[in-house]
């Protein structure tokens, strides 16, 4: 498919993934308020968070493979209605029990984040195909984090449901501008869902490549989930008693951060994916060492929420631009299965963070995010046994050998 994405089809598309992941992290800064009036507390509260990331998962499982079956414009401009339709049930939400099945419904067609990157890496030449993702999923952390600031705001003067109808608004608008905008996904032929489903559950269970750097996006989205679902509970507790605006602003923190790791995509092109693997989740490790320290000021916090937001964007650029590049053929299977680890991962911090926090306090919520962050770089350095950081990566997936090298040399298929 020849490339024909702009520069303005590329703000729609990063809008996109902006406003659809914001709806699965929306609740996050409000969580004690939004806890407070629909009657949760404790662990209860990590349930809710929960409730999107399994929504997202079961999505990528069942929905994002349609990407590879179906025109990704018409799913893109779906996807966005419905998933406006859950933020609509969240905002008007009479209990736990209600706000948790919108926020499940959202998550769900909140894979049109995967739809949107799988349309990018379809449309780009290889030798773009990093930057075009890095700067399509700079809407991912745009939404993530800059979703608590606006959630924060909102929180504070209109009352926690007011972020959810706002962003039903913006999923509405952003289906008829991408209806708009974008060109139809027009393929010579296109497989059978029941197919793609199959393929997909045999690259997890074949490929080297897709298990690894799945295992890596689950521990590194945990340890991402460990920071952004447990951080209000400190934050609004003594010392600080910070409103949800101020703890909203801490989203700012970790935007330089993402932002910082901008040329990831740029050094993924180059053939560097491995080695900024390696690095940048060391660097994560490391972030966690000044995240546990609240007192007796909040410096050292913020730098750690810099670092650690730099990394987790540096990782996850490189991990996707391995993965569409090694299977361009496949690319929503094989983002819809690796962000599945994602998802997974991200419940699993948002669970655990607030058990750890209510047993011990926010050093023990840091000391479990490190450890994630440790598990990640081990499974990193386990692949570099059988993978070549100078030459790029080699999985295997039905009988082919796939070998990724820099943009300056092609990609080549090898039978085993």
């Known amino acids: 498919m020849p490339s024909t994405i ?27 308020s939004a806890g407070g009036e629909l009657g949760l507390a404790g662990p209860e509260l990590g349930r809710l968070v929960a409730a999107g990331q399994l929504g997202y998962f079961a999505g990528l499982v069942l929905l994002v493979p349609l990407g590879d079956v179906l025109d990704r414009r018409t799913l893109i401009v779906g996807h966005l209605i419905l998933t406006g339709t859950g933020a609509a049930i969240t905002s008007l939400a009479p209990g736990g029990m209600a706000a948790g099945a919108g926020l499940a419904l959202a998550g769900l067609f909140a894979v049109v984040v995967q739809i949107t990157v799988a349309y990018v890496a379809a449309t780009s030449p290889p030798g773009e195909r990093g930057r075009n993702i890095g700067t399509v999923t700079s809407g991912v952390v745009l939404g993530i984090l800059g979703v608590r600031l606006l959630a924060g705001v909102l929180g504070d003067s209109l009352g926690w449901r007011s972020v959810y109808a706002v962003l039903a608004v913006l999923c509405l608008a952003l289906a008829l501008l991408a209806r708009l905008t974008l060109h139809p996904d027009v393929r010579p032929a296109r497989a059978r869902y029941r197919d793609v489903l199959a393929t997909a559950g045999r690259l997890v269970a074949t490929d080297r490549l897709l298990l690894g750097r799945g295992l890596i996006a689950f521990f590194l989205f945990a340890s991402f989930g460990t920071l952004w679902s447990g951080l209000a509970l400190p934050l609004g507790a003594a010392p600080w008693h910070f409103g949800t605006t101020v703890i909203g602003l801490f989203g700012l923190a970790g935007l330089i951060g993402a932002v910082a790791a901008a040329r990831a995509g740029s050094w993924a092109d180059a053939g560097h994916a491995h080695a900024v693997t390696g690095w940048s ?6 972030s966690w060492t000044l995240t546990a320290w ?55 911090g948002a669970t655990t963070t607030t058990w750890a926090y209510a047993a011990a306090g926010w050093r023990a919520s840091c000391l479990l995010g490190a450890a994630y962050a440790v598990a990640a770089l081990a499974v990193w350095a386990l692949a570099r046994r059988t993978v070549a950081p100078e030459d790029g990566v080699t999985g295997r997936a039905g009988g082919t050998a796939f070998r990724l090298h820099s943009a300056r040399r092609p990609l080549h298929r090898r039978s085993v």
Not at 6 to 32: D, H, K, N, W
């Open 6 to 32: 702009t520069r303005g089809q590329r703000f729609v598309l990063a809008a996109v993934c902006a406003v659809a992941v914001s709806t699965i992290y929306a609740i996050q800064p409000v969580l004690e």
């Open 281 to 286: 989740l060391a660097l994560l490790a490391v």
């Open 294 to 348: 609240t007192s007796p000021g909040l410096w050292p916090l913020i730098a750690g929420v810099v670092l650690l937001d730099f990394a987790v964007q540096a990782v996850h650029v490189s991990n996707q631009h391995l993965l569409t590049a090694a299977h361009p053929e496949r690319s929503s299977s094989v983002i819809g299965a690796y962000m599945a680890f994602y998802s997974l991962g991200s419940a699993l």
